[in-house]
């Protein structure tokens, strides 16, 4: 008779820690891609400030870190034309602008930047072409970082709410957590994260990179066989830092195996084999799976010498020494017995109960032993986007437990290892 217990609690949740490091120079090349060339351009000297200007980037922005905050150095050169008052003179500058930007984090978990002008250096002053006219070198300088600030910090700004688009990346995360993901194919392993909590640890720079860590708390569950349906997305919690200092993820999955789907395996490997004994012989027709309490029931269709069914049973359990589930103690049910020696004893002496037994074990330590190295390949070099990759080792799998619901065999495994998030370039 088709039995369940009750099943073990597991509420427990995963920590998933995620560090994200965004390399610098990928940083500053990124901003010498966005800001080329012409960065202000005033043909007339004569709409009211006297001077005519064009604003030229010169060499490379460099970018440094500057406690929190984020210092470009911007070299122009300048030409300029100048109303004299009695005649126009021209000439050319080179002159080096500092700015520098800073970051807040909103409760939406949008970024906002804020970027000002700090100091500049002339790198080599004003030189008219015509004449001897004493030209105002302040005045020139004021006039030209008046107009580089908007253009030049609008484009620095722009650049980091582009790229630093924290709320659409974390929210688009968050909602795909909920979607199943495929992780291994052969065996139709399903993988639903099911996040409960995101927060996130300070930025904090230093001279090659900024860096961070993503918290993700979940409640993830495993499914083999046909596709789950996606888990009703909640919204996305409200921004706030974690106090918890980034460490290696730790994951608890309930893993189901479906009986349909043990089934499936199983008649793979059995279904139209024949076994025989003492000149008797029987094929196996079906395999049906079923719990009984915590006992897993075989139920053995056979054609042949002996035309019914014969049902095994055996108890799953966490073999540490293979790290896998095993069925123990396969055997014929004390009803079976009875019955097979009155009228099918030979059928005792056949090989089918050993390699039903070998079937059962192979199926689901083979699924285990698929799935983390599914996952490992998942973390290698694991390319989220264009410029953004996962880099990852699974150090431990572990099965914590295993028994039987009405619908599947289930498994509590613990999963340990780290992550990392390397942003290779911002464009």
């Given amino acids: ?50 001077l005519a200007l064009k604003v030229e980037k010169k060499d490379s922005i460099t970018l440094t870190v500057s406690g929190n905050d984020l210092q470009y150095r911007v070299p122009i050169n300048l030409w300029f034309k100048y109303n004299a008052g009695i005649t126009y003179v021209t000439g050319t500058a080179e002159l080096a602008i500092l700015f520098r930007t800073s ?12 970027t000002q002008i700090e100091d500049h250096q002339w790198l080599r002053k004003p030189k008219l072409q015509v004449g001897a006219i004493n030209i105002p070198v302040g005045f020139i300088g004021d006039i030209v970082l008046n107009r580089s600030r908007a253009t030049i910090t609008a484009s620095i700004d722009r650049m980091a709410k582009e790229q630093l688009n924290l709320r659409q990346q974390v929210e688009e995360a968050w909602r795909r957590m909920f979607d199943p993901v495929l992780v291994s ?32 708390e979940s409640k993830p569950r495993l499914k083999i066989g046909s596709k789950p349906e996606a888990l009703s997305p909640t919204p996305l919690p409200p921004f706030k830092y974690s106090d918890v200092p980034a460490g290696d993820f730790v994951v608890f999955l309930n893993a189901e195996v479906p009986y349909e789907e043990a089934e499936r395996i199983a008649k793979e490997q059995l279904m139209g084999e024949s076994f025989s004994s ?22 053995t269709q056979l054609s042949g010498s002996f035309n019914g069914s014969v049902y095994l049973e055996g108890r799953p359990y966490f073999n540490w020494r293979k790290n896998s589930i095993d069925v123990s103690d396969l055997n014929f049910t004390l009803e079976t017995q009875n019955f097979l020696h009155k009228s099918a004893g030979w059928l005792l002496k ?19 032993k698929e799935l983390e190295t599914e996952l490992q390949a ?44 390397h942003v290779h370039g911002l464009n």
């Fill in 185 to 216: 194919p052969e065996y139709n392993t399903w993988l639903l994260v099911n996040p409960q909590v995101i927060t996130m640890t300070p930025l904090q720079m230093n001279v090659r990179e900024i860096t961070a860590a993503i918290m993700v």
């Fill in 350 to 368: 056949s090989n089918l109960k050993r390699r039903l037994q070998e079937n059962l074990d192979f199926f689901l330590a083979y699924n285990l």
């Fill in 103 to 114: 970051f807040d984090i909103h409760p939406d978990w949008s970024v906002s930047t804020v």
């Fill in 278 to 299: 003492g000149g008797r012989s029987v094929t196996v027709e079906n395999i049906e799976l079923y719990g009984k309490g915590s006992t897993l029931i075989v139920n």
């Fill in 1 to 50: 008779m088709e039995q369940y217990d009750a099943a073990p609690s597991l509420d427990q949740n995963s920590s998933i820690h995620i560090p994200l490091r965004i390399d610098i120079l990928e940083m500053e090349r990124s901003i010498n891609e966005q800001i080329t060339g012409m960065i202000y351009e005033d043909n007339n000297p004569d709409d009211g400030d006297k």
């Fill in 378 to 421: 998942q973390l290698n070099h694991f390319q989220v986007s264009p410029n953004i990759f996962l880099q990852g080792k699974l150090s431990e799998l572990q099965i914590q437990n295993a028994y039987l619901a009405p619908e599947s065999i289930r498994v509590h495994i613990g999963l340990r290892g780290n992550v990392m998030v």
